[in-house]
């Protein structure tokens, strides 16, 4: 028989707690996805220093990243970049204004920087008509879309989507408050919804966004269940109005993860069911330095669990 003794006990004890630690630590991460940050969210200290950006943003533990612009960097280059710190871009931004062009350029820049989303972030007015300002006179001023725009939009995303089909990407539309404004009894994002291919079109909801609006993040996530490939998850913080206004709603009302409104758990619960593959984190404006906000929301998603 083999001895067994008081200190040999010990040490089994020691790593019995160390695995269990670990596997508490693995399944704290919701939906045991790496978690994300929308570059937007560090912005300014990328076009200081891109690659040390970078490099902070992997410090902190984020595994992914989703980028907006290329930040004037040839698409090749700035895949190599992004992998060189570490991490993996599954998804970029585009505006619309980008889709009405030479698309086919458009989707295989995408393709290049070994993206697999490619995500227009903001409405345009249909053609013919004045495109929205977002400054009068330097005063913020709220853009204007109806629901013609948002028809238009609809024919425009269908084909859009079909031809990143066609190379092998996937196309979605990041939604604002401005996207719940009710026409013909029923709000825009539902009607552009209606009106898109399903397998064509899919959704990133940015759970702030649809909070700011009044509307409930979890209720639009089993709506268009299996649409939601892609989240924006960014906390609001506490005793604001909802709003459709996009300025208003901007204006400083960020907070980060877990120290605002809005319900996690709730949310990471319905993930699975809408079909969620990726969320980054975003924190549009930060009270103090962007990266020790992306540092606190990710330290609350990594011990988050559902």
């Known amino acids: 028989m083999t001895s067994f003794n008081r200190r040999d006990f010990l ?44 490099a902070q943003v992997a410090a902190v533990g984020y595994q992914e990243v989703e980028i907006t612009p290329f930040y004037h960097q040839k698409p090749a280059e700035l895949k190599q970049t992004i992998e060189a710190a570490g991490l993996k871009a599954p998804s970029g931004h585009c505006g619309a204004e980008q889709l009405t062009g030479d698309v086919g350029a458009v989707i295989a820049s995408f393709r290049e920087a070994g993206l697999q989303y490619m995500v227009c972030s903001f409405p345009a007015s249909r053609p013919g008509k004045a495109q929205p300002t977002f400054a009068v006179g330097g005063t913020p001023h709220e853009p204007s879309f109806d629901a013609d725009d948002y028809k238009w939009l609809a024919n425009l995303f269908n084909q859009t989507g079909a031809k990143c089909q066609q190379a092998g990407i996937r196309f979605a539309y990041h939604a604002h408050n401005l996207d719940f404004k009710v026409f013909d009894d029923q709000t825009a994002l539902d009607q552009l919804m209606h009106d898109t291919d399903p397998k064509a079109v899919q959704l990133e909801l940015d759970c702030y966004w649809a909070a700011r609006a009044g509307k409930d993040p979890v209720d639009y996530m089993k709506r268009y269940a299996g649409r939601i490939p892609l989240l924006h998850i960014k906390d609001m913080k506490p005793g604001l109005k909802p709003t459709t206004n996009v300025i208003e709603g901007g204006d400083h009302d960020f907070i980060e993860v877990g120290r605002g409104t809005i319900d996690w758990k709730r949310i990471f619960a319905a993930a699975p069911q809408a079909g969620v593959k990726h969320y980054f984190v975003e924190q549009d404006t930060c009270d103090g330095p962007p990266i020790e906000s992306a540092r606190i929301s990710y330290e609350y998603l990594k011990n988050l669990q559902v």
């Open 11 to 54: 040490r089994g004890g020691a790593a019995a707690v160390a695995l269990a630690t670990e596997i508490s630590r693995l399944q704290a991460n919701p939906l045991g996805l790496p978690i994300g940050l929308q570059l937007y969210t560090v912005r300014v200290q990328l076009a200081k220093d891109f690659k040390g950006t970078l």
